[in-house]
């Protein structure tokens, strides 16, 4: 391990041992990020409520060069020079550690607001913090290509800094009792779904802004009485299951209504748990068992498409009906129609979650 980001790991107190108060303001007195910083304007779009940030620094970030680099060509990644900010959170793993920092090129971030109303129409302003979760301290390991053991402490520690940073009062509005603000957690993995470093990482954002697709959940959630993980789970039955983990606690299953193929969603059987800090340990090691199987067969599938592996996830968290996590590969390029909200998939669902079921797990 490089010598820079062993010290930054060596400094790093355990996540509760700073408040979330303190982390903020150490936020705003970082000159590290102060150079990077987003624009304080946002903007709202009214037909979709979909939330529009600027940040213009991010141009500046880095980008791996193509091809993706091998695991013996690591020693030009600015995180395992250590060329990264301070730590928040850390636990080891089999081989060096997983860890949680500030994002250097934030989209989202406090500036010197001492409250973050809601983001709205007229009042279109976006606060929160930029994190990042490292999965490992080894640049090649990612959730496919890790034991799982090590996939189960990110989760654990996903959920950890969820719940640090939802349940702890501070400058976000209250949304619910003794909850604070909203959560975004996504990944992307590959050049064409996103992600400039090809260093193993998920993105997690606090803000006082609510992405639209998780609006679009709770009002799905409002008018059905129930969440959209019930109904994916209603429509699969047993036909479109891919796997169920942990006595059937935890699915692994296509949407009945996929719009690109081998897309699938992870989803718990007990739709009250709408936060990862709210799962049981069996839901936890279930759930990082999808992860690991599902992108394991993606590898898989994908490079029989003679694409290479590329993905986003997206964690659905909130008052919601149900968490559920959707596992996006890119095997279809987006045109003008899909743009207009029509979708041509390549595969049924049936057929889609048949391709999986040809993997031995």
Not at 189 to 194: E, N
Request: charged content about 20%; overall charge negative.
């Amino acid at each position: 391990m490089n010598e820079r980001l062993e010290k930054l790991l060596s400094q790093s107190l355990p996540l509760d041992a700073i408040s979330y108060k303190k982390r903020i303001e150490l936020l705003q007195e970082s000159s590290l990020l102060q150079e990077n910083l987003p624009e304080e304007i946002a903007c709202l779009d009214p037909r979709t409520q979909d939330k529009v940030l600027y940040s213009l620094k991010r141009q500046n970030r880095p980008h791996d060069p193509e091809p993706a680099l091998s695991s013996s060509q690591d020693i030009d990644c600015p995180i395992c020079l250590g060329k990264t900010t301070e730590v928040w959170d850390k636990a080891p793993l089999t081989k060096g550690y997983t860890f949680t920092n500030s994002n250097l090129y934030p989209i989202v971030y406090p500036f010197l607001a001492p409250a973050w109303s809601e983001m709205t129409e007229s009042q279109p302003k976006a606060y929160g913090t930029h994190l990042l979760q490292w999965h490992s301290t080894e640049h090649d390991k990612d959730f496919h290509n890790m034991p799982f053991s090590d996939v189960v402490v990110c989760m654990e520690r996903l959920a950890a800094l969820e719940k640090y940073l939802l349940t702890q009062p501070g400058p976000a509005r209250e949304e619910k009792e003794g909850y604070y603000g909203y959560i975004w957690v996504a990944k992307n993995y590959g050049r064409t779904s996103g992600s400039s470093l090809n260093h193993g990482h998920l993105q997690i954002i606090h803000s006082n802004a609510m992405p639209s697709s998780l609006e679009r959940d709770k009002a799905f959630f409002q008018k059905e009485k129930k969440g959209f993980s019930d109904l994916l789970q209603e429509k699969a039955n047993q036909n479109l299951v891919i796997q169920a983990y942990r006595k059937q606690s935890v699915l692994l299953l296509t949407p009945f209504c996929l719009k690109r193929m081998l897309e699938c969603t992870i989803c718990f059987r007990d739709t009250t748990k709408n936060y990862l800090h709210s799962l049981n340990r069996d839901e936890i090691q279930g759930l990082s068992q999808a992860l690991k199987d599902a992108i394991s067969a993606l590898d898989v599938l994908m490079n029989k498409l003679h694409k290479e592996l590329s993905y986003n996830l997206l964690f659905h968290i909130g008052e919601i009906g149900g968490l559920y996590i959707e596992i996006l590969p890119y095997t279809q390029q987006m045109g003008g129609f899909e743009h207009l909200g029509a979708y041509t998939c390549l595969l049924t669902a049936q057929e889609s979650t048949n391709q999986y079921h040809k993997i031995n797990f």
